[in-house]
T-cell receptor, first 115, second 111 residues
Framework: NAGVTQTPKFRILKIGQSMTLQCAQDMNHNYMYWYRQDPGMGLKLIYYSVGAGITDKGEVPNGYNVSRSTTEDFPLRLELAAPSQTSVYFC??????????????FGDGTRLSIL | GQQLNQSPQSMFIQEGEDVSMNCTSSSIFNTWLWYKQDPGEGPVLLIALYKAGELTSNGRLTAQFGITRKDSFLNISASIPSDVGIYFCAGPGGSQGNLIFGKGTKLSVKP
């Protein structure tokens, strides 16, 4: 019962470095999402995907990129890390965008610090 | 854009007390979701509501979909220490038609 798996759990980067946050789900969900969570600010949508090969920007996409080559995987790429990207990143997936399939299932997060 | 306002922002209660929190929207929702986030973990779905007036329970938790479709309520009865965490409401919305989340209610329970 893995659900949504995120790696790594923690990472410290230097300004200007790049990295990829990995996300995989085993529920055969078409919809996948990346959020960032800053203290007291709730969850903000970075990018989302409605299926393999299809991605779109969310509320705060600047400084990030995504790809969706398979149904299972949805990696998030930071090309030039900046201190403003210090946050906790959550990946989520859902069966659909309406009705009973709307509920999103979350991974445990990646805690990223940019120094 | 659409916003969800959760209140209270935080609560400090004694073990055994009942808890009430609510969420209001600037527009009508057709689905309300309540999540709980434990420290260091991702949000976990507690209750989903799909119909105005609906009242749904999950153990000691009860959530209601407001009649106006612009609000929802979550109650926890006889709180225990493991109820500690942040509770989020969520609903479909945003320019992308995805979920939008409230800022959360942080619950602390004193044994």
């Amino acid at each position: 019962n893995a659900g949504v798996t995120q790696t790594p759990k923690f990472r410290i980067l230097k300004i200007g470095q790049s990295m990829t946050l990995q996300c995989a789900q085993d529920m055969n969900h078409n919809y996948m999402y990346w959020y960032r969570q800053d203290p007291g600010m709730g969850l903000k949508l970075i990018y989302y995907s409605v299926g393999a090969g299809i991605t779109d920007k969310g509320e705060v996409p600047n400084g990030y990129n995504v790809s969706r080559s398979t149904t299972e995987d949805f990696p998030l790429r930071l090309e030039l890390a900046a201190p403003s990207q210090t946050s906790v990143y959550f990946c989520a997936s859902s069966y659909s965008k309406q009705g009973a399939g709307l509920a999103q299932h979350f991974g445990d997060g990646t805690r990223l610090s940019i120094l | 854009g659409q916003q969800l306002n959760q209140s209270p922002q935080s609560m400090f209660i004694q073990e055994g007390e009942d808890v009430s929190m609510n969420c209001t929207s600037s527009s009508i929702f057709n689905t309300w979701l309540w999540y709980k986030q434990d420290p260091g973990e991702g949000p976990v779905l507690l209750i989903a509501l799909y119909k105005a007036g609906e009242l749904t329970s999950n153990g000691r938790l009860t959530a209601q979909f407001g009649i106006t479709r612009k609000d929802s309520f979550l109650n926890i009865s006889a709180s225990i220490p493991s109820d500690v965490g942040i509770y989020f409401c969520a609903g479909p919305g945003g320019s992308q038609g995805n979920l939008i989340f409230g800022k959360g209610t942080k619950l602390s329970v004193k044994p």
